[in-house]
């Protein structure tokens, strides 16, 4: 993408992009949750408008079920989104979805959640999603 340390950066775009999509992803299905819809269907729904995306494909479902087992780890993405914060403040850009994001993942990894797909996230916002029958114990 370019000369010696722009890939970096651009790995930085994509972890502030995907963990800001991640966390709209989480809350979306926690309230989804709560207010007792079947997430399944939902799911099936809005993936396929505005909303869709790889990580409602992939991770919604098992985000819902609870199923944290794979894929890259919460503490991985709290270390990139705190390289990207900070590198977002050496050059004077802004990052509070960034900076948000990377509080969620810090309080996901003191749940217990840092070797968990960093699908888990949603954890932080609501411990119990994933858990009983409706996603809530």
Same mark, same amino acid.
């Given at each position: ?5 722009? +890939?970096? =950066?651009?790995?930085?775009? %994509?972890?502030? &992009?995907?963990?800001?999509?991640? $966390?709209?992803?989480? !809350?979306?299905? %926690?309230? +989804? $949750? ?17 909303? *869709?995306?790889? $990580?409602? !494909? %992939? ?7 609870? !199923? ?12 990139? =989104?705190?390289?990207?914060?900070? =590198? *977002? ?12 994001? /990377?509080?969620? /993942? ?6 217990? !959640? ?7 996230? &949603? ?6 999603? *994933?858990? *009983? ?5």
């Amino acid at each position: 993408v370019g000369p010696v340390g722009h +890939g970096q =950066l651009t790995k930085m775009v %994509n972890q502030i &992009c995907i963990a800001g999509l991640l $966390q709209g992803l989480s !809350e979306g299905m %926690n309230f +989804g $949750q709560k207010a007792g819809l079947d997430m399944d269907k939902v799911i099936d729904v809005i993936s396929k408008g505005a909303a *869709g995306s790889w $990580q409602m !494909e %992939n991770r919604g479902k098992t985000m819902v079920r609870g !199923e944290f087992e794979f894929g890259f780890a919460v503490d991985w993405m709290k270390k990139d =989104l705190g390289i990207g914060v900070d =590198l *977002g403040k050496a050059l004077n850009v802004p990052v509070p979805i960034g900076a948000a994001a /990377y509080q969620m /993942y810090a309080a996901a990894s003191s749940l217990g !959640e840092g070797q968990s797909d960093f699908s888990a996230v &949603c954890r932080a916002s609501k411990p119990s999603m *994933g858990q *009983g029958a409706s996603g809530f114990t």
